[in-house]
């Protein structure tokens, strides 16, 4: 199978500002099959976020790669990296401070298209259009701002700009973490709806045990900046094998405070 | 058993601009000595509103409570005068907030945070009082750490700092707003165990807000489930849990991820939540109720049941 993103050896150390290390991300393997979702499960701490913007680029690792389709993103020319930020875009757990509060919402989700110099406003506003409607927003919500929208509603805007360029991954990271129980569940129905009819694969950080399980073909889990565990999500999350997966899963399913045994 | 905290049609508006917004409406709930109440709710639901209003924290001219009763052990708190209500405040009422890693003074030891808490107590004694205080919140070598500055200590730890300083005045009554929802998930669970042992020692009337109903489940013997300012469905937890008749409730818990079959559709429910500024007539719940009948939208429904629990539905769910 084909890898459309990997990560091999990926290292990530931070320096103090009183000389100490601090190993954020250890020797990490990786890799995201077209269409597929990855759960990347893990505490503070774990290097989730680390991964996330390693991957995103935000960052540069210390040691170990990142591929994009089988190249190492190190040896990417100008055009790669152009292709490169198109095809992995994001979303961030808090729709509150991830959106330009200054911004109309066509002009947010097609802001990518003007980067890439299709700056025409009938041609973006068309876009918007259509990017809002896949994500389930009426048409109507193109001229508002962000303020004017529902924690879950900017969340759709989020999603609907990570979708602007047909990207080939979405890293997601804590997307439903800032959202009412009940507006969640529409969100996850929305990224399983959406990889469904788009083919992209899905990056998702989190620490609800019961969305990665639900969500996830695959899983990763994170322990201090180390994978303790990765498998098929089913298999690991029903047979897990690393005490700190068991640990997890046990506090996610526990049914009482008494101890017991 | 009596009730140590009596909430009877308690009405909380908060002022924006000209305009008032119904931020509570009618809430009734009571919470025993010894017993814990989870207060469960989505953002705009009223939970914290309701909280605040308990410890006197919504004023003009941000809001104000407009009617109804609160009483803390007799005590009637809604028109007490400010100098008794801090009394009441310092020995009655603990709370225990959300992020303890903000709540906690970063300039002051954890020492001194606590001891605040505890006026009266003579000097000689006080670091002994902390440091079995501490120690029986599972802080081990008290007396040294109680030192720290909050930095110091992980989240769970400033956790169990911040409930130290809760039951430092020997509270009654222990109002705690989503304490383990900053926390990892692993350390989420010693933070619940240590709330359900304290309630039980110190037979603490524990009120518990939250958004979680597996939390509420873990901690609490009842719940009240609000939604737009209105309790929904109130009443023992396997009740309202197990055999919920307001369909809002069926539907929060419904709308979990756990148990659900992977990668399929999950039952969520449409539309947004309830905002303030848009408060149908009726149910607050009707917008997005798929058991919605006409008169949903025109009439409050009478809360009514009894037996199990109370709700507040033309159209319950099937028992």
Sequence with gaps: MTSVLEARDLTKVYQTTHGHEVRALSGLNLTLAPGETLGVVGESGSGKTTLSRLLLGIEKPTSGEVLFRGKDRQQFGHADRREYVNAVSAVFQNPYSSLNPRRRLWDIVTERQAIEGHTGKRDRRARAAALLDLVGLRAEFAESFPHQLSGGQRQRVAIARALAQDPAVIILDEPMSALDVSVSGQISNLLLDLQQQLGVSYLFIGHDMHQIRHLSHRVVVLLKGECVEQGDAQTVMAHPQHPYTRGLIAASELETLEVSG | MTALLEIKNLEVDYFAGADTLPAARGVTFEVRAGTATALVGESGSGKSTVAMAIMRMIRPPVGDIVGGSIEVDGLELVDLPDRRMREVLQRHIGFVPQDPTTALDPLYR???????????????????????????????????????????????????????????????????????????????????????????????????????????????????????????????????????????TRALMESSAQGRAPRRPLRAIPGQPATLREMPAGCPFAPRCERALDICATAMPPPTGAEHSVFACWNPEDR
């Design chain 2, 110 to 248: 954890v020492r001194t945070q606590i001891a605040e808490s505890m006026p009266g107590v003579a000097r000689g004694e006080l670091n002994e009082r902390i440091a079995d205080l501490l120690a029986s919140l599972g802080i081990g070598d008290a007396m040294s750490r109680m030192r720290s500055y909050p930095h110091q200590f992980s989240g769970g730890m400033c956790q169990r700092v911040a409930i130290a300083i809760a039951l430092a005045g020997d509270p009654k009554v222990l109002i705690a707003d989503e304490p383990t929802t900053a926390l990892d998930v692993t350390t989420q669970v010693g933070i619940l165990r240590l709330v359900d042992r304290m309630r039980r020692e110190r037979q603490l009337a524990t009120l518990l807000i939250t958004h979680d109903v597996r939390v509420a489940r873990l901690l609490c013997q009842n719940v009240v489930v609000m939604y737009g300012g209105v309790v929904v469905e109130r009443g023992p937890v396997r009740d309202v849990l197990e055999a919920p008749r307001h369909p809002y």
